[in-house]
């Protein structure tokens, strides 16, 4: 479900291994040209797609009767899509979710929005870590992500599916830990771009890079998250891809901001979703609504530095020269320290699962 840069990725890599994929697209002409060209009208365009791979924009020709489902629509416009769907589709069907990011509305992750849309008993997975579309569909190197599910079974059953010798994928537990660093590596890639726009040179943005991992940290581990995962593809593997990759749409934004370009002009120019800019406004609400305590704009002073130079609070030098003159503190963030939320966090209507060994 999307026909974005990573919802053709996900279905080339699914046709690729022999499985009759349908892309579920907006559009009938952008249905019919990838049927009929092998090509996506507007993304990737100049590279073409399996033959297997087909598309369609009725919903009713391709969700009765899919085995399994991946979710490609991005965050902001999951829940208006999903409405629009969910009688097309089996309530048993399992959904593999490549969304990232926290919706603006509501502040849930796109855990909380599926289960929303679709209920709470649908089984789902949700695949996080570094990897570039573009990449992906060219068949460049190696690519390894993580699946997470509460059901390990499922997310063992959906690694094996699409797994193959240049797209591996690991499995955990940890579906909160694989949201927020999904989620929140969007919002380090902006300070990164901006960094660079700014000519702040490397050692700024390597050391902004590591505190906002310090934070996606923190802000997981409050949640109930292994500090393990943010450690891991889909936390901090996931962060240095969007932050350092040529291809990363937020670092992109965040270089262009630090350019001098408005958000409006940015805006304007791209027909690409760069789902930070969204992220950083939700994140820092969640932050502020659930998360307890004096001063959270000092602990977690890079989320909240990035959001105030988007609401345009401050220019990004003003921001970043703010970061590097705030005062010094100790490094290191206590693990054993938890708080309430680690045990009812994400929106906790949910028993979460005792196997949590992530088999990464």
């Known amino acids: ?23 579920l697209v907006r559009d009938e002409e952008i249905a019919d040209a990838i049927n009929r060209e092998h090509r996506h009208p507007r993304y990737m365009k100049d590279i073409e797609l399996p033959t297997r791979l087909r598309a369609t924009a009725d919903p009713n020709e391709c969700l009765p009767d899919a085995t ?5 629509v991005p965050c902001q416009y999951s829940r208006k899509f999903l409405e629009s769907v969910k009688d097309y589709i089996p309530a048993q069907t399992p959904i593999l979710s490549v969304s990232k990011g926290i919706e603006t509305s509501s502040m849930g992750f796109m855990a909380d929005v599926i289960r929303d849309v679709l209920g709470e008993d649908r089984p789902l997975a949700f695949l996080s870590g570094p990897s570039f579309a573009r990449e992906i569909v060219e068949g460049v190197g190696a690519t390894a992500v993580v699946i997470a599910s509460e059901d390990l079974d ?10 193959d010798g240049q797209f591996k994928c690991f499995t955990s537990t940890d579906v909160i830990g694989v949201e927020v660093g999904g989620a929140v590596k969007n ?18 943005m390597s050391g902004l890079v590591t505190r906002g991992c310090n934070e996606m940290r923190r802000l997981g581990m ?16 996931d962060t240095f891809g969007t932050c350092f990759g040529p291809l990363s749409r937020n670092r992109k934004f965040g270089y262009r901001l630090g350019k001098g370009e408005t958000m409006q002009e940015i805006l304007e120019s791209t027909s690409e979703v760069a789902e930070g800019v969204d992220t950083a406004l939700a994140v820092v609400r969640l932050i502020e609504t659930e998360c307890k305590g004096y001063r959270l704009d000092l602990k977690f002073p890079i989320l909240f530095g990035i959001a105030r130079i988007l609401e345009g609070k401050s220019t990004p030098l003003e921001g970043l020269e703010g970061l590097m003159n705030m005062p010094m503190q100790m490094e290191n963030f206590d693990e054993g320290r938890t708080t309430r939320f680690a045990k009812v966090r994400r929106r906790s209507r949910r028993k979460v699962s005792q196997m949590e060994e992530c088999e990464e």
């Open 187 to 204: 919002v380090i890639a902006l300070g990164a771009g901006m960094c660079e726009g700014l000519g702040l040179g490397t050692n700024a």
């Open 68 to 72: 399994y489902i991946i979710h490609a």
């Open 222 to 237: 409050t949640f109930g998250a292994k500090s393990s995962t943010i450690a891991g593809l889909s936390g901090v593997g």
């Open 154 to 163: 499922l997310a063992r059953d959906l690694a094996a599916l699409i797994s």
């Open 1 to 23: 479900m999307g026909g974005g840069n990573f919802g053709l990725a996900m279905g080339t890599i699914c046709a690729r291994q022999g499985l009759p994929t349908t892309i």
